[in-house]
Every structure is written in structure tokens, then in C-alpha cells.
């Protein structure tokens, strides 16, 4: 398993863009693709964007309407989220995940590591 930890949440001003990371420590990171999730309050978990283990290939969720860009370093053994025009609606705990594997998985439970999350609070 490698063990993640999430930061960069906070409070954030609508149309604000802030970057998250999520910074994986133990197994080799390059062989992991690497996702977020989120989930809003007294909401379901929801996906928001992934990437391949080398970083060649992402993918995000269409409600996410492109505002959002994944990437991933893996000689800083890091992986970013990217976000831009938030909306209040974007207020959610985001969960950086890992699965160890070339390509990731949007079912939770095919996914081996999981951060704690990080708050992001968007204030319109």
C-alpha cells in the first residue's frame, strides 16, 4: 500500500483556483494510478478525475465540465488537482486515491489506498 496525504483545502472565493496535492509515501508511486473523489455533505462519494501511472493518459467526470485537471509527478511522488471556476457546489472533502495498477478504476472498491481528504469550502 502507499500511504496518501492530501492538502491545499481551505476555504476558496467562488471562480477561485486552487491546486490540491496529495503526496504518497512507500510503494513505488510510478506504479500507481492515482484519482480524486469527493463528497459533499449529506451527498454520496462522487468521482472527479484520474490518470494513468505514468501520466500519459487522464480522464475526468463529464460533471466536472472540464474545470478540473489531474496530473501527476512521480519524481515528486505527487499528484495534483487542479481546479478552476469553483462554485459552492463544489464544497466537498476531497479524497486523493491510489491503485496499483497502469489505469485506474472508478469503483471504490477496486481502489487499494485512500488519503484522509481535505476540506475545500468554496463561499460564493
Known amino acids: 500500500q502507499v500511504l496518501l496525504v492530501e492538502s491545499g483545502g481551505g476555504l476558496v472565493q467562488a471562480w477561485g483556483s486552487p491546486r490540491l496535492s496529495c503526496a504518497a509515501s512507500?510503494?513505488?508511486?510510478?506504479?500507481?494510478?492515482m484519482g480524486w473523489f469527493r463528497q459533499a455533505p449529506w451527498k454520496e462519494g462522487e468521482f472527479v478525475a484520474a490518470?494513468?501511472?505514468?501520466?500519459?493518459?487522464?480522464f475526468d467526470a463529464d460533471s466536472m465540465k472540464g474545470r478540473f485537471t489531474i496530473s501527476k509527478d512521480n519524481a515528486k511522488n505527487t499528484a495534483y488537482l487542479k481546479m478552476s471556476s469553483l462554485k459552492p457546489e463544489d464544497t466537498a472533502v476531497y479524497y486523493c486515491?491510489?491503485?496499483?495498477?497502469?489505469?485506474?478504476?472508478?469503483?471504490?472498491?477496486?481502489?487499494?489506498?485512500w488519503g484522509q481528504g481535505t476540506k475545500v469550502t468554496v463561499s460564493s
Open positions: 490518470i494513468s501511472w505514468g501520466g500519459g493518459n487522464t
Open positions: 512507500g510503494r513505488t508511486f510510478s506504479s500507481y494510478a
Open positions: 486515491a491510489g491503485r496499483y495498477a497502469r489505469t485506474f478504476t472508478t469503483t471504490p472498491s477496486d481502489i487499494g489506498s
